[in-house]
């Protein structure tokens, strides 16, 4: 694989990343009147675990243009990053209630992101990182 269709990858799993979060902030869904009811009466403040999950997401947001570059601490902290971008928003006992669009397109990101780390560690294209020294 050579590093222009890489770099392409890269360039997916970024837009894939930031049309699911850019429409998740923005859409105007109509839900059924008891889930909207329910949704308006269980909003709270961010928890410990949701700035976590926020601090992990912007790394990895970094560290993905970082791979773009072939940087080998980016590859790394990508992959330290993700775990918690996929798992801590879990442990919250907060109920989150999404639409047909919404998991489409975090579902494309998960994707993306598996193929991407896939492509850093086990396709000729990881060859192309730089060893720090």
């Known amino acids: 694989m050579n590093k222009a269709t890489f770099r392409l990858f890269i360039a997916l799993s970024l837009l894939s990343v930031i049309s699911a979060i850019t429409y998740s902030a923005v859409k105007d869904y109509q839900y059924p009147d008891l889930i909207q009811q ?4 269980s909003e709270n403040a961010l928890t410990w675990l949701d700035w976590i999950s926020l601090a992990a997401t912007l790394i990895a ?41 919404e998991d489409l397109l975090f579902g494309i990101d998960t994707l993306m992101t598996g193929f991407v780390i896939a492509l850093c560690y086990f396709s000729s294209a990881s060859d192309n990182f730089q060893q720090s020294k």
């Open 61 to 101: 947001f970094c560290a993905n243009i970082s791979l773009l570059f072939f940087s080998n601490i980016g590859r790394f902290i990508y992959v330290i990053c993700i775990p918690f971008t996929l798992i801590v928003p879990g442990l919250s006992n907060e109920t989150v209630i999404t639409n047909q669009i």
């Open 38 to 41: 329910f949704l308006d009466a």
